[in-house]
């Protein structure tokens, strides 16, 4: 059998950074967070993985397995409020990031990966001493690589960018705003536009047709509809003042720049977020039909998924819509760390194994 790398995911969500590692066929072997309906999630769509709900504050490396890779996304909000105050507490701030190098320094794997906001670029230290991490050692941790990614130039329907510190060997990139040749060689794909996803999947505000299937937009998988989950039913619908606050907002906004109402749907989508404002610039806007009258919607949980390259039978585990899209923004566009993971295992001299593109379900 072909050799698998091991993976760890800290801060690990629904789990759409992991995904990119299980499609390369990585062995996901721990995954940890705190929030339930992310270990939940992500326990059922991986159920060979060792999945540990805790404070990442509280958790001891000495209970921590080792593997390969690390990866994870520490949030880091505390830090942007206070980065936008001008008066705020760095150092709280960064308390997640700097627990997260202090799992680094300990585990030792051969490659890592700390995700984050690309603002962070600018303000997020190269080096730290080594107590600063909670090691009461002398000497200091440097970050060896610090990328700013769009998701986009990997083939996710999404403009999301993304700041990847770390040790890790540079993905190869596969799309770009026009096709032209590419640096390697042969020739960039388009940007995939939010349309092929939107178009993808029936009318949200209609009934799953008994013998109606479905394509995933970005993998080879069809699901009926009877079995498509998150899709159906009015949760993206937008009432009518909803719609004129947002457009206010997007055309009309006393200082910021106009934007597009409703959104390019021949473009990537803009970043999928964790909380749907329905009246904020942020949020994506499709202009639809419902019976005959024209209205205006988000994304529905399935399309959002989607657009975040997560495949289409990825089943979120949350009691309300809200947590839902708070799963679902969360994530990092699994077609990103896709194309991270090839390279890793390029660099280890490994044969990429042939993944089932489905998420291997727990049976419930
Ligand atoms: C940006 S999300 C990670 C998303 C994930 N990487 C993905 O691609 O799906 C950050 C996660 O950190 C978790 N988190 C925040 N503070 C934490 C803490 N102190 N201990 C453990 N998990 C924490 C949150 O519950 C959230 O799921």
């Not at 003042?241 to 006393?254: I, L, S, T």
């Not at 106009?258 to 949020?283: C, G, I, Y």
Request: glycine share 8%; charged share 25%; net charge positive.
């Amino acid at each position: 059998m072909a050799k698998r790398l091991t993976l760890i995911d800290f801060f690990c969500g629904a789990g759409g950074f992991s995904e990119g590692f299980r499609q390369a066929g990585f062995d996901i072997v721990y995954a940890t967070d705190f929030w339930k309906p992310a270990i939940d999630t992500f326990q059922l769509n991986n159920p060979g993985t060792e999945v540990v709900r805790a404070d990442v504050l509280q958790l001891d490396a000495a209970d921590v397995p080792h593997a390969d890779v690390i990866i994870g996304g520490p949030p880091c909000t505390e830090f942007s409020g206070s980065k936008r105050g001008g008066h705020g507490d760095f150092k709280k701030g960064l308390i997640l990031v700097t627990r997260y190098l202090h799992f680094i320094y300990k585990l030792k794997p051969r490659w890592w990966i700390m995700e984050n906001v690309p603002r962070l670029l600018q303000s997020l230290p190269h080096k730290f001493t080594l107590k600063e991490l909670g090691i009461d050692e002398p000497g200091y941790f440097e970050i060896p690589k610090l990328k700013v990614f769009t998701a986009a130039d990997f083939g996710a329907p999404q403009k999301r960018t993304r700041l990847f510190s770390g040790r890790y060997p540079d993905p190869i990139q596969t799309h770009a705003e026009t096709p032209q040749a590419s640096l390697f060689g042969g020739r960039y794909k388009k940007w995939v536009a939010m349309r092929h996803v939107i178009e993808s999947y029936p009318d949200p505000f209609g009934k799953p047709s008994p013998n109606g299937m479905v394509k995933d937009p970005n993998y080879d998988i069809d699901v009926s509809e009877l079995e498509l989950t998150d899709h159906f039913g009015d949760h993206s619908l937008m009432s009518m003042e909803e719609a004129e606050r947002n457009k206010r907002q997007k055309v009309a906004h006393p200082y910021y720049g106009k934007m597009k109402f409703p959104d390019d749907l021949d473009r990537p989508a803009r970043t999928v977020m964790a909380t749907q404002f329905n009246a904020s610039r942020e949020t994506m806007v499709i202009e639809a039909k419902r019976g005959r009258k024209t209205v205006y919607r988000k994304p529905t949980i399935r399309e959002a998924a989607s657009l975040q390259c997560y495949p289409i039978n990825y089943k979120f585990v949350g009691n309300n819509p809200t947590t839902k899209y708070k799963l679902v923004g969360n994530s990092v566009p699994a077609k990103l760390p896709y194309a991270v993971a090839k390279a890793i295992l390029e660099e280890a001299g490994i044969k990429p194994p042939r993944v089932a593109l489905n998420p291997p379900i727990q049976s419930e």
